[in-house]
């Protein structure tokens, strides 16, 4: 059984470590403290919340599964095939990740809305997506479409060459290989990818208040309904963060690496 090798560290490293850590983890619970366990259940019963909360809920599951439909065939061209700007497609794809997510919201409403570059012939169909619940889930699934891209890609990257010839050579079509071979293979990093999206797309802002704005049970998710109760009610919006906190803490859990990669062993 392999071991890790003993790391070798100065001590005033420490230091640092310690005041990056103390400056992440003390907001986390000074949040954490200002609420009462007990008076939780009754903080995030009230209608808004739940409202909000099981339309965030539904929208992220519903990005989730576009991220799906969208991100895995991104991943497979763009780490299988090269072509003429295929490096600066791969750049506009993951750019959401770095875009302040309001630049993405607007951008969505200059495509999907009543003036934009798609909006005015939906209008004429009779199809309204800006400020609706179906701009919630667009905002989420650009703001989380990297995400699952690369996962997925990374994925990919990581199978084997000789896998894929030896099926290649037993007569395995293109499609068959897919199927049969690629997606078994990469069903962790596709499972990664899954659960990183829905993080991101339940704790969605940004976007979402500009593109889809904020009404009551058709656009105002959990995140916009924190925003809002920390005006009025700010022990509401302490409890509905809190609980945000704990899905974070659930998805950090489910994609951290169960084992230390061969560098490291």
Partial sequence: MSRRPTVIMPRWVLFPAAIGAAFILLPIVALLTRVD????????????????????LRTALLATVLCVILGVPLALMLSQHRFPGSGLLRTLILLPLVLPPVIGGIALLTTFGRQGLLGQSLEILGVQVAFSTAAVVLAQTFVSLPFMVIAVEAAIRGVQKEVVEAAVVDGAGPTQLLRSIVLPLITPGLASGVVLAFARSLGEFGATIAFAGSLQGVTRTLPLEIYLQRETDPDAAVALSVLLILVAVVVIGLTRPRTAPDALR
């Fill in 37 to 56: 366990p007990a008076e939780l259940p009754f903080l995030l019963s009230s209608p808004s919340a739940v409202a909000a909360l099981w339309l965030s």
